[in-house]
């Protein structure tokens, strides 16, 4: 541990805070001054894989199923022509970002500002066949934060907080929403550094905190399974982008 931390520090890197846990229990943790324990923290695209854990309680309470079809699921926002491809996109796409996009739609739905987010993605193109073609895409995120507010009536931080959030401990989580109340599911959740501590822990045990099942454990298995594969080009080992993809992990 002491080793870790010089070799921070003689990269110049700057950490605000790590809480370290073995074997169930926190052996290990610290901040830089000015930041605290208590400070909230943009975990950035962390907010992914809450947005599939959201997916996963909706799917253990059988409101949902990863081969959904994603126009079924917004009718009402749909463009004029629905092509071939976007009509098979299902959520099990959203979740693996294989949606059949050639690019991240995300500039797409910012540009949408007070319009609807869910029709902007939607009005896409879908240049391949969804489940075949992965491009790393925190607008499909968004649609699984606005699939989780459609099903439930609330936004999917309002759905996560008693089932998941508070049985962990996690106090006073923020989720930043775009202008139509929606939470912005690939960014934008805010947590302390043991809030993120024990999530992890949460996956390390399958779904299980303290002796109670929160989430399934074949969810969490699906969760960290790759479904994308390694790359396999020259130099793929150092491209973050070519190592492997689960559900929002």
Not at 63 to 77: I, K, Q, Y
Request: no cysteine.
């Amino acid at each position: 541990m002491l080793a870790w931390l010089d070799a921070l520090a003689a990269d110049g890197l700057e950490l605000h805070g790590f809480t370290l846990r073995r074997s169930g229990r926190v052996i290990a943790g610290g901040h830089w001054f000015p930041y605290g324990p208590e400070r909230m923290q943009h975990v950035y695209s962390m907010s992914k894989a809450f947005a599939a854990a959201g997916v996963g309680l909706l799917v253990q309470e059988g409101r949902l199923h990863v081969t959904d079809r994603v126009v079924d699921l917004f009718p009402d926002a749909l463009p004029e022509v629905v092509s071939g491809h976007l009509r098979a996109m299902r959520i099990e796409d959203l979740l693996t970002m294989r949606t059949g996009h050639a690019a991240d739609v995300t500039d797409a739905l910012v540009a949408a500002g007070d319009g609807d987010w869910a029709a902007a993605f939607l009005a896409q193109p879908v240049e391949f066949r969804p489940g075949t073609h992965f491009v790393y895409n925190s607008g499909a995120s968004f649609l699984l934060s606005a699939l989780v507010q459609r099903v439930t009536g609330g936004t999917l931080l309002d759905y996560l907080t008693p089932r998941l959030l508070e049985p962990l401990g996690v106090r006073g989580a923020r989720w930043v929403s775009n202008p139509g109340g929606v939470n912005l599911g690939g960014w934008g959740m805010h947590l302390r550094t043991g809030d993120v501590a024990r999530f992890g822990q949460l996956l390390l045990d399958r779904g299980t905190w303290q002796g109670q099942t929160l989430l399934a454990p074949a969810w969490v298995d699906a969760m960290s399974r790759a479904h994308i594969p390694p790359g396999t080009n020259p130099d793929d080992e150092m491209n973050d982008w070519a190592q492997r993809y689960g559900y929002g992990l």
